[in-house]
């Protein structure tokens, strides 16, 4: 016979609805409670039926994740946050491309609506005032990671991509580069390309350094998107001294046609890239790149979401922090060639 919540009781000294609050992640014990209390459940083989509390608590524990549809390896970094702190509150997760761009936002929210999802996470899609309408229609906790909607108006996690580009150029220009090129930005995303493209350009103007549009080649923040930006470069004969890349992943993308033309990494040419995703460090040589904190925003942002659906609270916004990681792809150069 299978085990109860009256047996976990029994053995773990506390009362039923104690034992109902610890497997329901609701709150109200203490950690020692909750630690004696899932170790009797696990001794009994204690399975909960999540089908039958979904139907007498309207809440099915899921969380919908909807990602765009990009070869990068941005986002599992970000999942794999979302995922460890649902599974330690109890919590399964549906994951779903909404194409490139997020345009197909509406296929994927009217999914997440049929799964009777508690909850939603939506990563690195811009929404506009139409979208942003269509989510909170389905009246669930929505918090946006690495993005915002038009106008504030969902709560989201991200960093502050004007300031980062602006760091990472001026780590260029500190190094006596003039000639920088910026390389995979989308110029129409509102989030992650305008204020990356403003961040390079206003870094230039502040150290009087002549902008050069020739130098900036717009991309989809891929692998493929730097092989074309580089050999675009080489096509016109005019490769920069160093470039800003829209991610870890486009950085990858120069690095390997330059190196297919007989550039060195970083001898010829200085690259920085974006992210921190593990090939940043795996490359070689290691890539410079902005650091976001991909885990910790997956994980902050799956905890705000989950206590929104279990204590009704509202979600805040936060900038969290970026930082530069120095490797080995960025030289300085002579004092007398800069």
């Not at 925003?297 to 204590?311: L, S, T």
Request: with cysteine; proline share 3%.
């Amino acid at each position: 016979m299978a085990a109860t919540i009256k047996d976990i009781a029994k053995k773990a000294q506390v009362s039923t609805a104690t034992v109902s609050r610890v497997i329901n992640n609701i709150g109200g014990y203490g950690a020692e409670t909750r630690e004696r209390v899932l170790k009797v459940a696990k001794e009994l083989g204690y399975y909960k039926n999540e089908t039958a509390t979904s139907l007498v608590t309207n809440k099915t524990k899921t969380i919908g994740i909807i990602i765009p549809n990009v070869s990068t390896n941005f986002y599992g970094n970000i999942v794999n946050g979302i995922e460890d702190i649902a599974y330690e509150y109890g919590y399964s997760v549906i994951l779903t491309h909404a194409g490139v761009e997020g345009k197909r936002l509406a296929d994927s929210l009217k999914l997440m609506a049929n799964r009777r999802v508690d909850g939603v996470i939506i990563v690195s899609i811009y929404l506009d005032s139409k979208q942003e309408k269509m989510i909170t229609s389905l009246n669930l906790p929505t918090i946006l990671l690495s993005t915002q909607a038009e106008g504030d108006s969902l709560p989201y996690i991200k960093v502050n991509d004007y300031q980062a580009i602006y760091e990472a150029t001026q780590y260029l220009i500190d190094h006596n580069h003039q000639a920088i090129g910026l390389v995979g930005i989308n110029e129409t995303d509102k989030i992650a390309g305008e204020p990356r493209l403003k961040g390079y350009l206003d870094c230039l103007k502040d150290n009087a350094i002549p902008i050069d549009k020739e130098l900036i080649v717009s991309g989809d923040f891929s692998f493929d998107a730097g092989r074309r930006a580089m050999k675009h470069f080489l096509d016109q004969q005019k490769v920069p001294s160093a470039i800003v890349c829209a991610s870890d992943e486009t950085a990858l993308g120069v690095n390997s046609v330059a190196n297919d033309n007989g550039l060195t990494i970083p001898d010829d040419l200085s690259i920085i890239g974006y992210d921190d995703t593990s090939i940043a460090w795996m490359s070689t040589p290691p890539l410079t790149t902005i650091g976001q904190p991909l885990y910790e925003m997956g994980a902050k942002g799956c905890e705000r979401v989950i206590q929104a659906i279990v204590y009704d609270q509202d979600m805040i916004s936060e900038i969290v922090p970026f930082r530069l990681k120095i490797r080995k792809t960025v030289k300085r150069l002579d004092d007398d060639l800069g």
